[in-house]
């Protein structure tokens, strides 16, 4: 049973701060991960994914990935309001069994 | 278009009644996947296609769901005879071809389904 477990939070930042978003996995094999950002009542929007371990930086944003500790975080520096929403985990075994393995997300509120 | 079209947007039905939900996805695209969320609940795949083909349908929750894709492209869901418990938004990605590594799935908008 594959699964990907986030804390639900609500995780509250105040503006300008650093977010730090976790998450773990219980499959092995997993080889590639995502962070998807989902607003209330819209479709998840992909911000970043990382396959190797270490730190990937995009902007604002980092994705760290641990394999040996099965664990990917997502990091957002100076955090603003537009950054509040449910972030969500997703892993991909890859080798044809491609469907993703989500979290249910953590939600994230950027504190004016 | 730009991104993955879904279609409706929103469906409103009776139980026991069958419907259809209809994914279009960025062109190009030969991976297709269905996706449902229901309230309070994470994203649940369902399906996957790889062109036409089909390689895991591990996730359709019953002998109630069924998906297919013609021509590389277009994917429609259909469950049939329609319960309470399928209430949901049934979200289709598309991504430029299986194989895991560094093919993220981009997400259409979602069609909410009710079902009365």
């Known amino acids: 049973q594959k699964e990907v477990e986030q804390n639900s939070g609500p995780l509250s930042v105040p503006e300008g701060a650093i977010a730090s978003l976790n998450c773990t996995y219980s499959?092995?094999?997993?080889?590639?991960f995502f962070w998807y950002r989902q607003y209330s009542g819209k479709s998840p929007e992909l911000i970043m994914f990382?396959?190797?371990?270490g730190d990937k930086e995009d902007g604002r944003f980092t994705a760290q990935l641990n394999k040996a500790s099965q664990y990917v975080s997502l990091l957002i520096r100076d955090s603003q309001p537009s950054d509040s929403a449910t972030y969500l985990c997703a892993v991909n075994l890859g080798g044809g069994a491609d469907g993703l393995t989500f979290g249910k997300g953590t939600h994230l509120i950027i504190q004016p | 278009g730009a991104g993955v079209s879904q279609s409706p947007s929103n469906k409103v039905t009776e139980k026991g009644k069958d419907v259809e939900l209809r994914c279009d996805p960025i062109s190009g695209h030969t991976a297709l996947y269905w996706y449902r969320q229901s309230l309070g609940q994470g994203l649940e795949f369902l399906i996957y296609f790889q062109g036409n083909s089909a390689p895991d349908k591990s996730g359709l929750p019953s002998d109630r769901f069924s998906a297919e894709r013609t021509g590389g492209s277009v994917s429609t869901l259909t469950i049939q005879r329609t319960q309470q418990e399928d209430s949901a938004v049934y979200l289709c990605?598309?991504?430029?071809?299986?194989?895991?590594?560094?093919?993220?799935?981009?997400f259409g908008d979602g069609t909410r389904l009710s079902i009365l």
């Open positions: 990382i396959y190797s371990n």
């Open positions: 499959d092995r094999g997993s080889q590639s």
């Open positions: 990605a598309s991504s430029l071809s299986t194989g895991g590594f560094n093919q993220p799935q981009h």
